[in-house]
């Protein structure tokens, strides 16, 4: 058990034919075989990952630096920057409250129906993002069920910024949740109840014990969380209807400026999306790189 | 030790404070973000009579949509299977230059927002894109075609496989096919009757997920796909098409049968998934 430790703990990379050393030579796939499958995944891996993503600078950067950060600095695409930056500063804290608050509730305590409650919560990954647009509609239109009484009342929600916000808070809804709730539900109860045992108040007990415990695990899910809320397209689109400058996000102003055949600026706009998802890898890999550091201090300690 | 867990286990429920409050904002939040929008749109389909809604969802063009979406997301999760598998597998078991690397951008469709996806691919596969153009000579036209929405899928698809059979095949015991290879197996049996049984719950729950994504995907497809009626349109884009012609009844009814099939694959995904536990957990023991 300990030399499987060991060697898993060893930092990866460290020799080039590691697993070579490790396993049996019995066990491992002729040459040719293991040439063969690397080489179809990377082929793979070039022509779905590494070109496209080399693809969106190459066309955004084909016109040259002035036309890019002309594109971008352009008062309509300046105005879609600013909502999607809006948009996600609202919908990313709701769900990260509702999470924390899902995550204490379901992992802390047990009660009947919690699978129930826990797919609930997963129903919105499993919608069509146009649907999670349409039902808002279905709401908040002018056909829709409160649609009357918010024309009465001059209160504009659908084409607006609420509207815009409402989906994405939707189309994002469990990412922090799902995150945390297996996260706490590892870590059990025992440290809390010490805690407040203690003499600890409940928020002290969150603030001092369990936090510290699941930040990572946060940091992920709110990671993830934005990302989506900043690139979301078919849901934003639904409601959005489309106002230039009003209530365009970054996403629908690309479409806008491609539609348009204005391939070097939709281009250049969609470059800062791919910026963004570049660091949400970069971050992502850097937490996970975290939780499982934390999660290894405990055996080593116990090894000690 | 044994004597603060006991009481700990037996009065668990009343020693943490907050369940009232967390729970109850929890059951809040999800019904008005989530449960009563959904609820609102399965409402709505009972003001059409049961005949218009038949009528709705069974027209011609929406017959073809339905085919085109399910027919190109069950191809696509059929790839991402198979070269997903691949991926994972060389992923987990080889070393060699760029994997870390690789390994960190397997999560790219997730991070990527899908219209970037979309105007990306259809640029890439276009007849003088860097990949049209070698495709073109070849009489292999992807961009504005049916072709062009399984490859929007695929890529969309691409880490759902990778991920979900990478901690298996990281947990799964080498023990396992050593036995095997000394008892004589070829890699290749060994891989059939050891490995993939092994990690059969971990591909089909990758498939169920990349298909279930699929089915639902708008952004990344709607570019690429040419969106010709009865043609290469999607059943999410004919929704959208409804709406704007303010034929909410239509676009509602549509949506419902959407939404039915996704509730039956989380359904089965959830299944898939219990059974994958229920499977690592007698491995274990």
Redesign the interface.
Known sequence: MAAVISSSAAP??A?????AAR??A?????PW??AV??G???V??A???????A??FA?ALRKGWDAYFAAIREDDALAAIRLTLLTAAIAVPANL??GI??S???A????RGKQV?L??????F??????AG??????F?A???LGPWLQDHDIKILFAVPGIV?AT??VT?PFVARELIPLMESQG??E??AA??LGA??WR??WHVTLPNIKWGLLYGVI?CN?RA?????AV??VSGHIRGETDT???H??IL?NDYN?AA??AV?SL??L???M???L??FVEWRLRSQHREPFQEQEA | MPSL?LP?RTR??R?????G???G???L??SL??????A??FL?TFTLSWHAFVAAVTSPRVMASYRLTFGASLIAAFVNIV?GG??A???T?????G??I?D??????????????G???T??YAPHG??GRWLAPLGIKVAFTRLGVVVAL??IG?PFVVRTVQPVLEEAE?EL??AA??LGAR?LQ?FIRVTLPIIMPALLTGFALAF?RA?????SVI?IAGNMPMVSEIT??F??TE?EQ?D?AA??AI?VV??LA??A??LAI?LLQAWTRRRSRAEES
């Open positions: 990866a990379g020799g080039v034919h590691r697993p396993v049996p019995a066990v491992m796939e002729p075989a293991r499958l690397i179809i995944a990377l793979f891996l022509l779905f990952l590494i070109v496209p993503l693809a969106v066309e409250l509702f608050a899902a204490w509730g379901i802390k305590f047990s009660f409650l797919t609930l919560i997963d129903l919105p499993s919608v069509s993002p146009v649907i349409l039902v808002y509609v279905l709401l239109g056909q829709g069920w409402l808070v939707f809804f109860t025992e809390e109840e407040v045992v108040s409940g007990t969150f993830l990302a900043m690139g979301e397209f078919g689109s639904v970054i996403p629908l690309v479409e491609y391939f939709a281009f969609a999306l791919a963004l998802a570049l949400t890898l970069a992502q890999s | 867990a700990a668990a429920f020693v943490i404070p907050g369940f409050l967390s729970l904002f929890t059951l939040y999800l973000i989530v449960l009563i929008p959904l609102a749109l709505k070269l691949i991926v597998w060389v992923l078991r080889y070393r060699f230059p994997r870390k690789l960190a951008l397997i999560d790219l469709p997730f991070a990527l927002p899908t219209a970037v996806a105007i990306t691919l640029t890439l860097w990949l695929v890529f691409l080498r096919e050593e290879a000394s890699p060994t279930a089915v639902g995907e708008y952004g570019f999410p884009l929704i959208v709406l303010y909410y676009a509602t949506a959407m939404l996704s509730f694959m989380l959830n």
